[in-house]
């Protein structure tokens, strides 16, 4: 147990060795300071910055990559620990998902080089399907969980991890969140640290898991476990913060901040490691205060653990299992516990705020291809990527989102289940390199009889535009070979293959008719690059002929950006104008039309 | 077009400082930065947060990134002080709220202190696809229907700045961020030379001149501003928004001329035709319809007309019907 000062004065460091950094950018720097040699990633947000930010490093220090997918990435990462260095794999929570295989597998074999997994969760569901808890994974496997609560944390926490994997011969967590990924805050940095190659151990009963060897790793891990948590009982990565004993508060990770922010004279027990969890420590610290409240942000994890161990605790009774934590809600949940005196509420000024969902950039080539998948009128199974959108009004476009790469599958399942409609399932380039291909393979094998719109815009573009199999370019930007996709779906054995230009909507549409037509698997790929990465795009502007427009709002049911009502209206409709900055002229509007108004506005001024 | 009128509970000809105390206190500075995405918060965000962090102050700053691009809302939190705890404002404690857009800003309202809290908002209005999805004749815009002085009646000083007018008459309406960082210079502690040098580093070099103009513009409209003395109250109303039109709407379908190739069916907006059991259009959800006559003007056979009847004279009535 360790009693630090409730809080400490504001620290006066030179200069040269602060620097403002995001969380993601502080668990690179912690990283590359603790010496890793290999690092691999697939683009998730929150976490994309911890690659991004790592190849910003020397090339000699580290060679790090976007790999395909998380288990991928994963793959890299154990194969550099096998090979005797430190290696680091990064992921969102649901990258975690794809990456489990490998994950519960080498939960047995260990970590010979250091071994680090940075997953960021992104409670509040920012930019995801879901909001799991990725300290259930932990548990799960039996990994240890380090959960930063700020920058500083991030940088040190990652160092120590992968000390701790070399030391208890296990991968390590770090957990991050949305809200540690993207708070910027001054960092103490380091220097790096080289740590030769520790070399490949030949040790075929705890490298290969076949079953005898399993059996073996398995009673291995729960000793591992036991030594953990001996350790966990007195290192300082767990904090005891003394206070008031009325009550005391255990959280860990980003809840830790907020707590402060509203009980700043509390005593608290900051766990740094959310797992394992040292029983001797939090026994102890239970019987020092009065009531006992966990605040974890998701699943009640700690809570969980401790009344397992047949301590009283309070927690998701007054914080929300859903959601993303703020000062505000533990302010409320701690007023209902009757440990903080209710606030008056602030001034009720009832504004409806305006509805301002994210949409489909001006230009965006995926707004006509959905265009004619919503005219085809089939059932179309979606994935994810920017094009997930276009479900909103009103392209509305796609019907189903499940996972990435599920499109496929799902439209197997739909067309074979005997739905009435014509099946599609329309994917992205990066999603269909990520886990597209073995259900191209799986239609092609069963002859389901589906058509599978490859949405090529050349990037990974939801995440911020990222390079990947298909771009022609690494990480780091050096030229790499490019997957020619049409090459690849007929060796599939796709034989009905077309390329359009989804910026000729009637060629599009009639291609999507035709391939709706072949029985079997047919394969349309739309190839227009990204407007947004990696170069933005911008041609000459096109404006309306107010005087012909007759408000039919055809063009309007693009979404595009760039239209909204002008201040004319026709027949009580408004008539529609483009506003010039965003338009950059992918000519969609013109050719939706109904009475060609539409014309490059440089002609309409002269 | 923007003055603290007298309904304001700001206090006349006091330096508009009240947070720089609050800065030297232990509970932090509090700034709120908010627009839609592609417009700059993001640079705002740092600029502020490089000179807070080069005065040594504890400085945290909060974003979400990820959707920001796609036109979505953008929000970023910046405290400072001896300590910082939480990376997020909580409601209601925000100092400052700068916004970058109209409706955003009364989006992040209820963030800002009610009784000292300082509300800069840039006029530009960027309305959303979202809001003008409505095609039924005399359907009003989905977007704020609050005015400046409004807004400025409900806050303890509030400032609507047309900065991105501003800006566009500087050449650069990227710029505009940079003419509100000049109103929030102000409120806060920094000097204007420390500000200026702190822009220096998060603008593209080519742009330095222009956006360093633009910085002493805002700055100086914003003093101006609070000198002036403002006798014409300007009206608290909404924007009314316009009186729907009663119409009725009347399909008349030939269907002599259908020839089912349901065009009409599958671009309709509504998706409120399809075609029957002999696979002729017909108009299947009555209810759906608004008249836009899409479907009118997309039938390449002529076998469908679109009846705005009783809207006739009403419509003739409203501006611009004539254009």
């Known amino acids: 147990m360790q009693a630090v000062p409730e809080t400490a004065a504001p620290t006066q460091l030179r200069a040269k060795d602060v620097r403002p950094l995001t969380g993601n950018e502080a668990i690179a720097r912690g990283a590359w300071e603790a010496g890793v040699r290999v690092a691999a990633a697939y683009p998730g947000t929150p976490s994309t910055e911890i690659m991004e930010s790592l190849a910003g490093y020397p090339v000699e220090d580290v060679h790090a990559q976007w790999s395909t997918n998380e288990k991928v990435a994963l793959d890299v990462a154990i194969g550099a620990s096998f090979a005797g260095s430190r290696a680091l794999a990064s992921m969102k929570h649901v990258g975690l998902n794809v990456a489990a295989d490998a994950f519960m597998s080498q939960a047995y074999i260990g970590a010979n080089g250091g071994l680090v997994l940075a997953v960021c969760d992104d409670p509040g569901i920012h930019s995801s399907q879901n909001e799991q808890d990725t300290r259930i994974y932990g548990q799960f496997a039996t990994v240890p969980v380090l959960e930063p609560s700020d920058a500083q944390e991030a940088l040190d926490f990652t160092r120590l991890a992968f000390d701790l994997s070399e030391k208890f011969d296990t991968m390590v967590i770090v957990r991050g969140t949305t809200r540690l990924a993207h708070t910027r805050s001054p960092v103490v940095i380091g220097a790096r640290t080289e740590y030769p190659s520790r070399g490949f151990l030949e040790n075929p009963a705890k490298n290969v898991m076949i079953p005898a060897h399993a059996r073996h790793r398995h009673a291995a891990v729960l000793e591992r476990e036991a030594k953990l948590k001996q350790y966990l009982e007195t290192a300082p990565v767990n904090r005891w913060e003394t206070g008031d004993a009325s009550f005391g508060v255990i959280t860990a990770g980003t809840c830790y901040p907020y707590v402060r922010e509203v009980l700043p004279g509390a005593s608290v027990l900051k766990l740094g490691a959310s797992w394992p969890l040292p029983e001797g420590l939090l026994r102890r610290y239970c019987e020092s205060v009065e009531r006992v409240f966990v605040v974890e942000e998701l699943e009640p994890v700690i809570e969980k653990e401790l009344r397992a161990l047949g301590i009283k605790v309070e927690g998701k009774q007054f914080f929300p299992r859903a959601g993303e934590f703020s000062p505000e809600i533990l302010r409320a949940g701690f007023e209902r516990a009757g440990v903080l005196e209710p606030r008056a509420e602030g001034r009720g000024w009832a504004l409806e705020p305006l509805a301002r969902p994210p949409v489909l950039c001006a230009g965006c080539p995926h707004t006509s291809s959905f265009m004619a998948v919503r005219a085809s009128g089939a059932r179309v199974a979606g994935d994810i990527g920017c094009y997930t959108l276009a479900c909103l009004d009103p392209l509305r476009g796609l019907d189903t989102t499940v996972a990435m790469g599920s499109s496929i599958g799902n439209a197997i399942g739909m067309s074979k289940a005997g739905d009435t409609k014509p099946v599609m399932a329309t994917i992205g380039d990066s999603t269909f390199l990520h886990a597209g291909i073995p259900g191209l393979i799986d239609a092609v094998y069963n002859q389901a009889n589906i058509t599978v719109l490859l949405l090529d815009n050349h990037i990974t573009a939801m995440t911020g535009g990222q390079e990947h199999p298909g771009t022609g370019k690494t990480l780091r930007g050096e030229e790499a070979p490019k997957v020619d996709y049409e090459a690849l779906v007929r060796a599939i054995g796709v034989t009905w293959v077309r390329t359009v230009d989804s910026y000729d909507l009637a060629q599009t549409y009639q291609t999507l008719r035709e391939a709706i037509a072949h029985r079997g698997v047919s394969v349309i790929i739309s190839n227009r690059p990204c407007v947004l990465d990696p170069v933005k795009i911008k041609g000459p502007p096109l404006a309306i002929v107010n005087a012909q427009c007759n408000a039919c709002q055809s063009c309007m049911n693009l979404g595009c950006p760039a239209l909204t009502w002008g201040a004319d209206t026709f027949e009580g409709r408004h008539k529609v104008k483009i506003d010039q900055s965003l338009c950059i002229g992918c000519t969609l509007c013109a050719q939706v039309c109904t009475v060609d108004c539409i014309k490059p506005a440089a002609t309409l001024t002269q | ?323």
């Not at chain 2, 400072?80 to 989006?107: C, H, N, Y």
């Not at chain 2, 039924?136 to 977007?143: E, K």
């Open chain 2, 1 to 323: 077009m923007s003055r603290p009128t007298a309904s304001t509970s700001s206090i006349e000809g006091e330096p508009l400082r009240p947070t720089a105390s609050a800065a030297k206190a232990r509970e932090p500075m509090n700034v709120l930065i908010v627009g839609v995405g592609g417009q700059g918060v993001i640079m705002v965000s740092k600029a502020l947060a490089s000179l807070a962090q080069s005065k040594g102050y504890q400085v945290k700053q909060s974003e979400v990134h990820g959707m920001a691009k796609r036109g979505g809302t953008v929000f970023s939190h910046v405290r400072f002080g001896p300590q910082v705890w939480s990376p997020t404002i909580p409601k209601g404690e925000a100092d400052i709220l700068v916004a970058l857009e109209w409706a955003e800003g009364l989006r992040w309202l209820p963030f800002l202190k009610a009784e000292t809290g300082i509300f800069i908002c840039d006029t530009k209005r960027i309305v959303p696809p979202f809001a003008c999805l409505n095609r039924r004749p005399g359907a009003p815009l989905r977007y704020s229907r609050e005015t400046p002085a409004e807004v400025r009646a409900h806050v303890a000083e509030g400032y609507a700045i047309d900065a991105t007018r501003m800006a566009e008459e500087l050449g650069n309406e990227r710029a505009a961020n940079v003419v509100l960082i000049g109103a929030l210079s102000t409120a806060l502690e920094f000097s204007a030379a420390d500000w200026e040098q702190a822009l220096a580093q998060f603008v593209p070099k080519k742009t330095i001149a222009v956006n360093l103009d633009a910085f002493r513009l805002g700055r100086n409209w914003i003093e101006e501003e609070r000198t002036a003395v403002d006798d014409a109250e300007a009206p608290l109303a909404h924007i009314p928004a316009p009186a729907a039109a009663p119409y009725n709407v009347r399909l008349e379908i030939t269907p002599a001329w259908c020839k089912s190739c349901d065009i009409c069916v599958k671009l309709c907006p509504e998706r409120c035709l399809r075609l029957n059991q002999e696979r002729i259009v017909e108009l299947a959800q009555p209810e759906k319809c608004t008249g836009c006559r899409l479907c009118e003007l997309l039938c390449p056979d002529f076998a469908i007309r679109v009846h705005l009847d009783a809207v006739a004279k009403e419509v003739a009535a409203m501006p611009g019907a004539k254009a």
